[in-house]
């Protein structure tokens, strides 16, 4: 089989690189063979060291290369091969045998508390390396890793600068807990959650600072994190520096970014008509004189600049290495006033004491600057076109003015005689300040040992210092002046600070007995504390915006909020890693974590798993299959935990203020019962089995990775309605399970290693989830009025009535329905001739079937160029969004679609007629495809030739999300307006939409 493949291989025109000549000209010929089998090696590339001379050796291994340099070098180059260096020395024949590199299974990779040799992983664990992270600029790492691991979805829930994401590794996990993965930082674990709005926790790392990433995605990677690791792992490793030349690097781009759409929507004199016809009075003497109006959308985008520079150093001796760095990164949104800020700094720093004892330290520490503006709703119709700027603009009327004489923001209020005070004037929702300034700082200083050989004793110790300011001001002059007494002018200052310390002892002992065995054990014992402390001060009704919140003082309303918590976990571990005859590898490991957060009945938890593999490609009857470069088989079982979203004192009683009271005329605050004991809750318990494979053909040109798991988590963390007898409204307790079964498939290719080189690479994903139990034997659960959990379906469902048209003159309108002749109307799924909730029906689902990605690279001299896609297939999205504005219910402006609505005169059968406060039914017309392919990313690149002084110089220009393909109406599909809930997935309610943007990059070496 190798021989037909190195046979098509020479099929391919051989591409010489072009040669300068200048004086004496020497021509060097021979062949290259395999050090293996003595097969000619037909693809070879062979360059002229330091020079721009090349060739590559044809079907039969012969090359021809002619350079100027009678002592030139040449460097021949091949994948699956060591490259080598050799000599001419005048020589005219120079043959070269070339010996099989097998790098690829010697790798070492990254796993929990340590590292081991791919060939030797037994878990499922994916890797993904700097260069495809810096691919597309992004502020968050976890951006980088769409579509690009099998088996984890990553969506965007908005696309503001510094923006809410969520990752899933294996589907959803939790209902009330956390799905979302824990991330490992150089040793340092952390988390990340919240709302759409809210900035992401990731976002204060630098991806450029980034090494690699491993994603430990089966229970026998991630058991190692015990009650932490359910829901996936995420080990990250910033760079280091190595002994050697200091190298100074700058990396940098500059860019712009604008809106991928925009929405339709009515013009001045269509808009008047409507209002005319909404109120049956004349509203607009003469709508069709006014023609376009102002176009919103216009003042709420712009073309927005992004940014970043920096600059790195890294080199050392043999006895001590550094790595530093400094970042800014700068991105302005392209919805006006929201942009992010981010100042970091890395330093890395080992250092041998002696040939026993090793020291070293990491700290990352950053700066964000978060100026944010409101997007996004979870509220239906009226609260979307009030709260999000996005939906402001949209049912702005065309007919008013955004600025007064002055040059200010006017009000809608203050307009045609306060006609329009229920709609807001987003350029005001622009004025709204809402800053967020963040410092975090996470660190690593350890100690490692080693008494005898083999034996290594590490002291790690992480601390995590965060804190954080907002500030928040509404001002007086973006409220209607009808309004300005009922407490205009509302600000708040929130600050937190965080406080975690982790203290690892991990002893490692490592050896061969014999030839054929060997063996790998690791202990652990870590402690973690977490301290939170936070402080706040809301008040309203000030006199003006002079001071705007920095004088809280002046507003004659002021609250105050006070708050603190602390909680530990406990943990002990161990791994044993054998191997025999480094064929057959055996893992085993078992954790305890004991926490404070969880009742007295359940303060600890085991976590255990067992992964075994057979490298089957160095039995001798698979050794003979040359196609054959690597086989791996792999199973793994066992147990993980997820503590996660639990509050410090959610197992216990809890006590809160219930309002003011009144003794001895003296105002005393009353303490009531808010919260009731649990004294059984415990952790989320995942069950986890995994069949897997691991195939290189053709010297690992091709590579294919596969495997199929079934995970069960039992004990889900749920909120439970209580009987009002009770005094309590509910109580968390464990009252569900679930599962998810799943197939992931991942490739990569070398197609072509010529003068032009090309790689393809591409992983899909189908993951299927079931809700198995919910309390009280319940078969169904309403999380809202369009979406439901149901027994033996996944979370993310959609249940609505079906749309069925427009009631047409002299149709009779059913009973139940709310609607009217020209209204909307719904189908009687149960024919009683009433409308009820008896006639809603599931209508869609949020998970998708599948999810994809693929990248393609391509070099030829110096150019380079790669392209990178992905996407999801059948997942369904709730466009709430277009709920709101296909109901002309007046004082607010539509889609454009809608001067086609129902009339007496135009029976229209899809657009409802014009009615003042009209609402809708919620039926699954407003249920879209979510499917979507994009182009996340195409870069050509350009090295510049050698420069005294510079060791690599590289510039590029970049596009990104280029373009999408999609049914979806909406701003973009990828988008979830309930930011990381589990519950509420897929629901498109005036979330920031997707920008697109270019830039021109450089990378520069010295």
């Known amino acids: 089989m190798m021989k037909q493949f190195t046979k098509l291989m020479g099929i391919f025109p051989i591409l010489l690189i072009p040669m300068l000549t200048f004086g004496q000209q020497l021509t060097v010929k021979g062949k290259v063979t395999s050090a293996e089998n003595g097969e000619t090696l037909p693809g070879v590339t062979v360059r002229v060291k330091g020079a721009s001379e090349g060739a590559v050796s044809g079907v039969d291994g012969r090359y021809s290369v002619t350079t100027k340099q009678g002592d030139a070098t040449l460097v021949f180059t091949y994948t699956g091969y060591l490259s080598q260096e050799v000599p001419v020395n005048g020589r005219t024949t120079v043959d070269v045998v070339l010996q099989t590199d097998n790098k690829a299974l010697d790798e070492v990779v990254v796993v929990g508390y340590g590292t081991q040799q791919k060939a030797n992983v037994a878990g499922s664990i994916a890797s993904v390396k700097t260069g495809d992270l810096k691919q597309t600029p992004i502020s968050n790492v976890v951006q980088g890793l769409q ?13 503001a600068p510094g923006g809410s994401i969520s990752m899933r590794i294996r589907g959803v996990n939790s209902i009330n807990g956390t799905s979302e993965p824990l991330y490992v930082v150089d040793g340092v674990q952390l988390s990340n959650s919240g709302g759409v709005n809210d900035i992401s926790s990731l976002s204060i790392i630098n991806p450029n600072d980034i090494e690699s990433v491993a994603v430990l995605k089966d229970a026998s990677a991630t058991a190692i994190y015990g009650a932490r690791g359910a829901n996936g792992v995420v080990l990250i490793t910033t760079k280091r520096g190595k ?69 790195s150093v890294a080199g050392g001796s043999e006895k001590t290495q550094f790595a530093l760095s400094g970042n800014y990164f700068k991105q302005e949104g392209v919805l006006i006033s929201s942009d992010f800020t981010r100042y970091s700094f890395r330093l890395n720093f080992d250092h041998r004491v002696s040939n026993a004892v090793k020291v070293g330290a990491s700290m990352l520490t950053s700066f964000v600057v978060n100026n944010s503006i409101p997007t996004g709703s979870s509220s239906i119709d009226a609260g979307a076109v009030t709260t999000s700027i996005l939906g402001a603009a949209m049912g702005a009327p065309p007919t008013l003015k955004p600025y007064n004489e002055n040059g200010g923001v006017l009000p809608f209020g203050d307009q045609m005689n306060s006609r329009y005070r229920e709609v807001v004037n987003p350029l005001g929702l622009a004025q709204i300040l809402n800053r967020d300034k963040i410092n975090r700082t996470l660190g690593n200083l350890y100690a490692e040992i080693t008494p005898l050989k083999g034996l290594t004793y590490r002291a790690n110790f992480s601390p995590i210092l965060s804190s954080s300011l907002n500030d928040y001001y509404s001002p007086r002059s973006i409220v209607n002046s009808g309004d300005l007494s009922s407490g205009a002018g509302k600000a708040q200052k929130n600050n937190s600070n965080t406080l975690v310390l982790l203290f690892e002892n991990i002893v490692t002992y490592e050896t061969r007995i014999g030839k054929e065995h060997s063996l790998k054990a690791t202990g652990v014992f870590a402690t973690q504390s977490n301290s939170a402390n936070s402080n706040s001060i809301n008040a309203s009704n000030f006199p003006n915006d002079a001071t705007a919140n920095e004088a809280v003082q002046l507003a004659t309303i002021r609250t105050v909020n006070s708050n603190r918590s602390k909680d530990r976990l406990d943990s002990y571990m161990g791994r044993i890693n054998y ?14 974590d004991g926490s404070t957060k969880f009742g007295e009945n359940n303060k600890y938890g085991f976590f255990p798993a067992a992964a075994f593999a057979w490298r089957a490609s160095e039995e001798p009857f698979i050794k003979n299959i040359n196609a054959i470069s690597n086989l791996k088989l792999r199973l793994s079982y066992g147990t993980t935990g997820n503590a996660g979203a639990i509050d410090a004192y959610k197992s216990l009683s809890l006590q809160g203020t219930s309002g003011q009271y009144y003794f001895n005329h003296e105002p005393v605050t009353g303490i009531s019962p808010t919260g009731i004991a649990n004294k059984d809750l415990k952790w989320e318990r995942s069950v986890q089995a995994d069949f897997g494979f691991d195939l290189g053909l053709f010297r690992d040109r091709l590579n294919v990775t596969a495997d199929i798991y079934h995970k069960k988590t039992d004990d889900l963390l749920f909120v439970r309605a209580l009987p009002g007898s009770s005094g309590y409204a509910d109580v968390t307790g464990n009252f569900a399970s679930m599962e998810n079964r799943g197939i992931e498939l991942s490739a990569d290719a070398v197609l072509v290693e010529r003068a032009v080189k090309w790689s393809v690479a591409g992983n899909i994903s189908f993951n299927k989830n079931k809700l198995l139990s919910l309390a009280g034997g319940l078969d169904e659960y309403a999380v809202s009025n369009y979406q439901v959990m149901q027994i033996g379906q996944p979370l993310g469902l959609f249940k609505t009535y079906v749309f069925d048209g427009v009631y047409q003159t002299g149709e009779a309108v059913l009973d139940g329905s709310g609607s009217r002749t020209g209204g909307m109307k719904v189908k009687d799924l149960n024919n009683d001739k009433v409308i009820s909730a008896e006639d809603q029906k599931v209508v869609g689902n949020a998970n998708p079937n599948f999810i994809y990605g693929f990248s393609t690279n391509l070099s030829y001299k110096q150019f380079d160029f790669s392209a990178f896609f992905s996407g999801t297939q059948g997942n369904k999205v709730y466009n709430l969004t277009r709920y709101s504005f296909e109901n002309p219910l007046g004082s607010r402006n539509m889609y454009a679609a809608l001067v086609d609505r ?17 609402r809708l039914p919620l039926t699954d017309r407003f249920m879209e495809d979510g499917s979507f392919l994009r182009c996340k990313n195409i870069t050509l690149g350009y090295r510049v030739p050698k420069i005294k002084g510079i060791s690599s110089a590289r510039v590029y220009v970049s596009a990104n999300n ?22 509420q997935i897929g629901v498109d309610n005036l979330v920031y939409p997707t920008a697109r943007s270019f830039l021109v990059g450089l990378q520069v070496g010295f």
């Open 147 to 159: 579509g690009r691991v099998s088996g984890v979805q990553i969506t965007q829930n908005s696309s």
């Open 243 to 311: 002994a050697g030349k200091t190298i100074v690097t700058y990396d940098g781009y500059y860019g712009v970014q604008n809106t991928t759409k925009r929405m339709d929507m009515m013009n001045a004199a269509e808009f008047a008509a409507l209002e005319n016809e909404v109120y049956k009075t004349t509203v607009y003497a003469n709508p069709e004189t006014l023609g376009e109006g102002v176009d919103w959308q216009d003042l709420i985008f712009r073309t927005a600049p992004m940014q970043s520079h920096q600059v």
């Open 579 to 592: 191997g025999f005859r480094d064929k057959y590898l055996l893992d085993l490991i078992a954790r305890v």
């Open 902 to 918: 129902w009339s007496p005169t135009n029976p229209s059968n899809e657009y409802v007629s014009g009615f003042q406060g009209g």
């Open 962 to 983: 280029l373009f999408t393909v999609t049914k979806y109406t909406g701003f973009d599909p990828e988008v979830n307006s309930f930011g990381n809930s589990n519950k």
